[in-house]
């Protein structure tokens, strides 16, 4: 179960998806049983607009021992150029543990772009524990502004925030 990450989402659905590109609409389920008391599902489907095409898909794989996982994704492509993917995922484990992923890539239509990912887990040793990086990047001027928070029971809450030019060098970060 641990092998699997959140770009399964991407890796594998968004693939799948995409041959379903040349219709107007598209799906496909497909579920399975292991044998042991555990399976797995999928569902992908995809939509064409007169605008934009929507991919989505999901999928659940479970042992039947405790141990689970599910993972989604979906990709918005606008005829302007703007897109949105995002994908995340969820698992358990037997012994208790929770893990969460999520990320966020947006790009408009004249070329800014938001990247977002982070995550959340527990476990009985370390306790909760989260991380988030967000990346925002001015199309116009090239800059950018990369922040991250995260939080562990033994480190506690950290935070930082940095500005770069287009050429990589640091700025002063814009006040809001």
């Known amino acids: 179960m641990k092998s699997l990450s959140s770009i399964f989402a991407v890796v594998f659905v968004l693939p799948i998806a995409l041959a379903f590109a040349d219709a107007q609409a598209g799906e496909r389920r497909v579920v399975r049983a292991n044998g042991q008391g555990g399976g797995s599902a999928t569902l992908i489907e995809s939509h064409a ?4 095409s929507l991919w989505r898909g999901r999928a659940l794989v479970a042992d039947g021992q405790g141990n689970a ?3 989604r994704g979906v990709s918005l492509q606008g005829d302007d150029g703007g897109s949105l993917e995002r994908h995340a995922s969820r698992s358990r484990t037997d ?3 929770r893990q969460v992923e999520r990320g966020l890539s947006v790009t408009g239509s ?10 959340l887990s527990y476990s ?3 306790g909760l524990s989260r991380n988030r990086s967000t990346t925002v990047t001015d199309a116009t001027t090239g800059n950018s502004r990369q ?6 029971r033994d480190g506690g809450l950290s935070r930082s925030v940095a500005c770069q030019d287009a050429s990589g060098a640091g700025i002063a970060c814009p006040s809001h």
């Open 69 to 71: 996982r599910a993972v």
């Open 110 to 119: 004249q070329g800014s772009s938001l990247q977002s990912g982070g995550g």
């Open 49 to 52: 607009g007169r605008h934009a």
């Open 147 to 152: 922040s991250s928070t995260g939080y562990s």
């Open 124 to 126: 009985a040793e370390s």
């Open 95 to 97: 012994d208790g543990g």
